[in-house]
């Protein structure tokens, strides 16, 4: 297995002295013009004072549609900033542009009774007038925050990707084994954050069956800042675009509550044929939604009283119903008009899997880099940051007598650990089955999980607990297990919705109460003495339930929690492919997984074992801190934010060593005490809630994005903002006075808490200070003489860059002159001092791509050997799962201790005993993450497909689908 000692990044980063100018057009509009926008807006609002901004971003969504060379730099349009926020690289016609302008200044009050306002604000306006001026934009130019960080200026996030991107455009096709990659540039939104450019025309990839599937690459160039670092980074993700054209007796599936993107081109100009209009080589984005009273898709801000309504096109935008009906048609273009529907999990599965391994990566990551202006160079490699981590951790030794086999020890251990857990208590827990393979499955990996050898004890159904049931009991000298087998029967099956109720919420609270009383009354009672048990539920598949709101899932967890037991949902399957034995044996891995994260939740969880020596206090203890946002006030009327913080103490016995704080109480109770007071005030879903996720699968969700944290001159930043941030304030006092009496490691995740907790912006943070919102900033050690503070920030929206690991060839080896793949470890940049502070955490491969080449390629076919046999192969149709890089940043710690070794035992908290690939998060951050199941609704445990940049896989439970 080859050793990397560097890894290298997609990252990008200026010359201390490098200057980079591009010229760009700008629109400015004067002060009188933004003040009566203002006036105009504010009326119709219940507190107009309040409102300082106009919203632009309905303007920008449409300039995205058709006017795709702009690029818009805010959301709001600031009334007291006399700024530009649209640029482009030539001027816009005028025509183009009176146009767009009109529409949407009609639609910012687009009430009867504001009709003649108006007009009167368009008479006054006099957008002829306006004129667009030629400016050279310092793409490279930052301050610095006062901890040291490069602060870009804000428009920057659009421009610099934006101008990368015309750079890579210049560049010669892209060129593989085989073929040539065209690309072009896609209009983006301030929300979607930086530049993405797309190949063009699509490959296409034909299936096993026959079908054909269409893809494209995928660019993505943003603007990242890194904490306590003077420069900013420029990140690079190689990824795939995939594209719908599967349909069936309604064309394609697209569920309602989302948004469905389209990606367009056309011949000629979207509204004008001046002579001074083009037809844009950028490609327009345009999205389909569900319009409840049309009882069909139309476009976003199109229907019957929509912006798009109201314009005069010279080239028409395709019918919803044509382009849901014929999409693989609208690939190839229809009448001067090509149309792509961006595939996305909830439309089922595609035959292109996702993902790029660095097979393709390395390749397209050096071309690009052929386009990069001077003064912009790859960032360093990172080196491994090993200084503590030499030494692997060690378990527990037998002290004499036997040698046990290493299965049988981890059985007896798991045994003990679970039999003090329980307090002398045998384990009972329950199966409610659905179908019989899972069953025995089941059953089969509970034994193996425990080392339960034997034939159990079997009670038949009229001895059970329940009538139809059974009960399976084991002895061990250690625990006594009890299995209540049940089928779950009229459990699982849809919600009551009728079809006239689908969108009726009251319907759909109605028909989870009506669930959740039947799982009460089928279940036998609680516990006496009020300990949590464990259910694991088999469900059907999400495709099963119709519509989406009608999936039981989170009724079930629910009623499960009314009658006292904390819930593992196993899936039933869609279909089962693969080698029979192969299916046997990915079933049997996944049920044990099942078991141990059900274990998990009734607070057994194996602790890392740091291996880090003295240097770690003995009684240090570990806290996560999560956030969980809440969109509205559940049944319970609760404040709409609930902190989750997990603590974790290595050294305490079992029932205490995992315990988490109940903001109610001001307590530290046992995990699985928590998470049933975490469902007393779970949100209950809406009837749209449940029809698919809120975000597009093609667009990084950036709420609390770096660059973007601040406040919105629109919002009257508000008083929920403020509001929740305050809560946040005094819960994290609370917590930290509570953790004061003993040395303390807390995590936080920069994308789930920096929104609430603005000192985790990189703007904001500073080393070894902290700073709770309304207070002021303080020593760190003030809040408690042994706490340390460590953030993580993950791959979301890109803010950590792709990566692989990188090592010499051999001077007498053949072939390339560098190797690359997936390495494991902790990383630091080279040349950096004791007092470095931010250090890269990778896994190895996980999951579905774990046997996948790093070499494989969707384009290209590449030799292989298996088995003795040669030959080629293309691997268009394999997941490629890439670990992410997770960042951890120390950003407080004594004046005494050294950055790395707090930053190694946040890698080693990673570690999951007992499994190979690291989790995605640190143990503690994990835990608190997973306890927000229990706050939100969801429909479903796993994730329908990978990220192409992901953590270790966490678990996976749907059981159908079998790479042989």
């Known amino acids: 297995m080859i050793r990397y000692d560097a890894i290298r990044l997609a990252g990008y980063t200026p010359a201390p002295d490098a200057d980079w100018t591009v010229s760009y057009y700008t629109l400015v509009f004067p002060q009188p013009h933004r003040e009566r926008l203002l006036d105009l807006y504010r009326r119709g609002l219940k507190r107009p004072d309040d409102c300082l901004g106009v919203p632009v971003g309905r303007l920008n969504s449409l300039i995205q549609a058709l006017a795709p060379e702009v690029v818009s730099v805010a959301k709001w349009l600031d009334v007291s900033r006399d700024e530009p926020w649209l640029y482009a690289r030539r001027p816009v016609p005028e025509d183009v542009f009176s146009t767009l302008i009109h529409t949407w200044v009609r639609d910012l009050r687009p009430e009867p009774e504001h009709r003649e306002a108006v007009r009167e604000a368009l008479r006054e306006l006099r957008l002829g007038e306006l004129r667009w001026e030629q400016r050279d934009i310092p793409m490279l130019s930052r301050t610095s925050t006062p901890g040291g960080t490069a602060e870009p200026d804000g428009r920057l996030y659009q421009l610099l990707p934006d101008a990368l991107a015309d750079l890579v455009l210049g560049l010669e096709p892209f060129s593989y084994a085989g073929g040539t990659l065209r690309f072009r540039g896609v209009a983006r939104r301030p929300s979607d954050r930086g530049a993405e450019l797309l190949s063009w025309p699509p490959d296409r990839h034909e299936d096993r069956d026959g079908r054909t599937w269409w893809f494209s690459a995928l660019l993505t160039v943003t603007l990242q800042s890194v904490p306590f670092s003077s420069e900013p980074r420029v990140h690079l ?85 044509d382009l849901i009906s014929r999409p693989a048609d609208w690939l190839t273009g229809t009448g001067g008009v090509t149309a792509a529907v961006v595939h996305s999990a909830p439309m089922g599965s595609h035959g292109v899997k996702a993902g790029l391994m660095p097979g393709d990566r390395v390749p397209l990551t050096e071309w690009f880099e052929g386009a990069l202006p001077e003064g912009l160079t790859r960032a360093p490699d990172p080196i491994r940051a090993d200084r503590y981590l030499k030494r692997r951790p060690g378990g527990r030794r037998e002290s004499g007598g036997e040698t046990l086999a290493p299965e049988l020890r981890k059985a007896i251990a798991q045994r003990q650990e679970m039999a003090e857990l329980l ?96 799982v009460v009354k089928q279940l036998p009672d609680a516990a006496a003495n009020g300990r949590v048990s464990l259910a694991l539920v088999e469900i059907h598949h999400q495709g099963a339930y119709v519509p989406r709101s009608a999936d039981p899932k989170f009724s079930l967890r629910l009623g499960f929690r009314d009658a006292g037991r904390v819930t593992q949902f196993v899936v039933k399957p869609r279909r089962v492919t693969g080698k029979p034995s192969d299916v046997e044996k990915a079933r049997a891995r996944k049920l044990e997984a099942c078991w141990t994260d059900g274990f998990r939740q009734l607070g057994h969880r194996p602790v890392p074992d740091h291996g880090l020596g003295p240097a770690i206090p003995a009684d240090i203890q570990y806290t996560g801190l999560w956030l969980v946002k809440r969109r509205r006030d559940g049944p319970t009327r609760q404040a709409d934010l609930v902190p989750i913080a997990i603590r974790v103490r290595p050294g305490e016995p079992v029932p205490e060593r995992i315990t988490g704080w109940d903001i109610r109480t001001g307590e530290w109770v046992p995990y699985p005490a928590l998470l049933i007071r975490l469902a007393e005030s779970a949100e209950l879903p809406t009837a749209e809630d449940l029809e698919g996720d809120s975000l597009e699968e093609d667009t990084e969700h950036t709420e609390g994005a770096e660059g973007t944290d601040g406040p919105e001159p629109g919002r009257s930043w508000d008083s929920r903002t403020e509001q929740h941030r305050r809560v946040v304030a005094d819960a994290v006092q609370e917590i930290l006075f509570n953790l004061r009496d003993r040395p303390t490691l807390l995590l936080v995740h920069a994308q789930n808490a920096r929104r609430l907790w603005p000192w985790l912006q990189n703007g904001h943070i500073r080393p070894d200070m902290i700073q709770l919102h309304g207070r002021q900033a303080q020593r760190l050690v003030i809040q408690g003489p042994g706490l340390r503070l460590v953030r993580v920030r993950d791959h979301t929206g890109t803010e950590t860059p792709q990566w692989w690991g990188r090592a010499e060839r051999p001077a007498d080896d053949s072939g390339e002159k560098e190797r690359f793949g997936i390495a494991t470890g902790l990383w630091k940049p080279p040349g950096t001092n004791q007092r470095n502070r931010v250090f890269s955490s990778t896994s190895e491969k996980a999951g579905p791509g774990t046997s996948l080449s790093v070499m494989a390629s969707r384009w290209a076919f590449r030799p292989y050997t298996k088995d003795g046999k040669t030959g080629f192969t293309i691997d268009t149709d394999k997941p490629a799962w890439n670990p992410g890089l997770l960042e951890i940043t120390v950003a407080g710690c004594r004046p005494d201790d050294d950055p790395e070794l707090w930053a190694a035992l946040t890698h080693r908290l990673r570690q999951s005993p007992g499994r190979a690939p690291l989790l995605a998060l640190p143990l503690p951050l994990h835990l608190a993450r997973k306890a927000a199941e229990y706050v939100l609704p969801t429909t479903q445990d796993q994730l329908a497909e990978p990220d192409e940049d992901d953590g270790a896989v966490q678990l996976c439970f749907d059981l159908g689908v079998i790479d042989p």
């Open 423 to 518: 307090e002398g208590e045998a384990l009972r827990v329950e199966f409610l089955w659905l179908t019989e393979p899972i069953r025995d499955a089941g059953i089969q990996a509970l034994a193996t999980l425990l080392g339960l050898t034997g034939e159990p004890e079997r009670k038949p159904a009229g001895e059970a607990t329940a009538p139809g049931g059974e009960t399976l009991s084991w002895w061990t000298p250690e625990l006594a297990v009890e299995l209540r087998l049940t089928r779950i029967g009229g459990l699982a099956d849809s919600l009551a919705l009728s079809t006239e109720n689908i969108w009726r919420t009251s319907a759909l609270h109605t028909a989870i109460a009506g669930r959740r009383e039947q």
């Open 237 to 321: 993700r190689c990824g795939v675009r995939r594209w719908a054209t599967r349909t069936g007796p309604s064309g394609l599936y697209l569920p309602h509550r989302r948004a469905a993107s389209v990606y367009l081109l056309a011949d000629a100009p979207w509204i004008a044929d001046s002579p001074e209009s083009w037809a844009s080589p950028r490609f327009s984005v345009g999205r389909l939604r569900y319009d409840r009273e049309l009882r069909a898709r139309r476009w976003e801000a199109g229907g019957p009283d929509g912006m798009l309504s109201r314009l005069r096109l010279r080239q028409s935008l395709p019918l919803p119903h």
